[in-house]
C-alpha cells in the first residue's frame, strides 16, 4: 500500500490556500452589502434613517438624478447631525444657537447651489420656507 504524504511546507500552503478560498464568500457577500448601501453598515451614523428618508423626499419632490442623490445624502447626514448637536449644546443659550444654526443653513445652502440646478434650488426654497406668523403678530400691531 502507497501512503502519499506531503512536506510539511506543502501542507501549510494548502491550509492558508483552504482559508483563503473559504473566506471569498463572506467578503463578496460584504461588498454586495456596502454596493446596496451608499454607506457601509459599519460606519452608518445612528440618525442615518432621517436623511435617507429626507434625501429620498427631495429627490422625489425635486426630481432628483442619482449623481445628485449621492451628493446630497451625506450633506443631509451632516446637517441634521449638526442641528442636534447645536440644539443640545446651546439649548440654554438661544441668540447662540439661532447664530450656529444660520450659519449651518447658509453652509447647507452654499451646498445645494453647488450640487442642484437652479430650477431645483427654487423649488427646495420654496418647501423650506419659514410658516408665516399669525395675523396679530405679522402686522405689527401685536
Known amino acids: 500500500m502507497f501512503v502519499f504524504t506531503l512536506p510539511l511546507a506543502m501542507k501549510t500552503t494548502l491550509t492558508i490556500l483552504g482559508l483563503l478560498l473559504g473566506a471569498l464568500p463572506l467578503t463578496a457577500q460584504a461588498q454586495m452589502a456596502d454596493r446596496q448601501n451608499p454607506v457601509p453598515a459599519f ?5 442615518a434613517a432621517a436623511a ?3 434625501t429620498r423626499e427631495m429627490a422625489a419632490r425635486l426630481q432628483l438624478n442619482e449623481y445628485q442623490y449621492l451628493q446630497l445624502l451625506p450633506l443631509n447626514q451632516t446637517r ?7 440644539n443640545r449644546q446651546y439649548q440654554n443659550d438661544q441668540l447662540t444657537r439661532l ?3 444660520a450659519e449651518l443653513e447658509a ?5 445645494c447651489r453647488r450640487i442642484l440646478t ?3 434650488l427654487s423649488q427646495l426654497q420654496q418647501t423650506q420656507q419659514p410658516a408665516s406668523l399669525p395675523d ?7
Open 43 to 47: 460606519v452608518r451614523p445612528p440618525g
Open 52 to 54: 435617507t428618508e429626507l
Open 80 to 86: 441634521l447631525t449638526q442641528l442636534n448637536l447645536l
Open 99 to 101: 447664530a450656529k444654526i
Open 107 to 111: 453652509y447647507y445652502e452654499q451646498e
Open 118 to 120: 437652479p430650477t431645483q
Open 136 to 142: 396679530n403678530e405679522s402686522n405689527g400691531l401685536g
